[in-house]
């Protein structure tokens, strides 16, 4: 038989967000810099690929449509303002 591939975690954030809403969105580094922050409108799109930890805040969550590896780290049912804490290899 072929030999057995444990699932390792991934070592980097894929982190894709389609806005079906106008959503205000900052991204910061663990040192607290800036990686993104500014609206992103309804229709658009916006991809990140980030090896560390990084801090994820959505104005308006109910209004966007967040993957992190291929997950939904946001809560249900959120509609004021989120702030996610994303690692890789540890999205649950």
């Not at 663990?30 to 930890?53: P, R």
């Not at 966007?64 to 809560?75: A, H, I, S």
């Amino acid at each position: 038989g072929a030999p057995a591939h444990h699932a390792t975690a991934p070592r980097k954030l894929h982190i894709s967000l389609t806005a079906t809403q106008d959503c205000w969105v900052q991204l910061t580094n663990k040192t607290g810099a800036t990686l993104f922050s500014g609206m992103v409108y309804a229709g658009n799109s916006m991809n990140w690929t980030q090896k560390h930890e990084v801090t994820l805040q959505l104005g308006n969550p109910a209004g966007v449509k967040l993957r992190v590896n291929g997950k939904n780290p946001v809560p249900k049912g959120s509609v004021s303002m989120v702030t996610l804490t994303l690692r890789p290899g540890h999205v649950h």
